[in-house]
Nanobody, 123 residues
């Protein structure tokens, strides 16, 4: 399984950006999918996740109401729509996939990771 993230860039506070992640593999529809981020000098943290079995989505409190995770199964792609961006959203964003059940906010549950895409939000 390989993941390829894209869509990062430099934006101003208040702008929007959409990240994409193409996932290889024939059973994309059965992956649980997530987005994580790592800001400079900080640990990687959970951002959002989508469960394949029931379509439920999960968000970190810091992005709830501003970010939306979605998936396009025919395109083997997951998205992270980011609105009302803030300077504190500046980070490298990683997409991740897993077959495992359980708490999708836990980084350790994900066995497959993309290479990361940098988002920089200027004030």
């Amino acid at each position: 399984v390989q993941l390829q993230a894209s869509g990062g860039g430099l934006v101003q506070a208040g702008d929007s950006l959409r990240l994409s992640c193409v996932v290889s593999g024939r059973t994309f529809s059965r992956y649980n999918l997530g987005w994580f981020r790592q800001a400079p000098g900080k640990d990687r943290e959970f951002v959002a996740a989508a469960r394949w079995s029931d379509g439920r989505t999960y968000y970190a409190d810091s992005v709830k109401g501003r970010f939306t995770i979605s998936r396009d199964n025919p395109k083997n792609t997951i998205y992270l729509q980011m609105n009302s961006l803030k300077p504190e959203d500046t980070a490298v964003y990683y997409c991740a996939a897993t077959y495992l059940l359980g708490d999708l906010e836990e980084e350790k549950r994900y066995g497959y990771w993309g290479q990361g895409t940098l988002v920089t939000v200027s004030s």
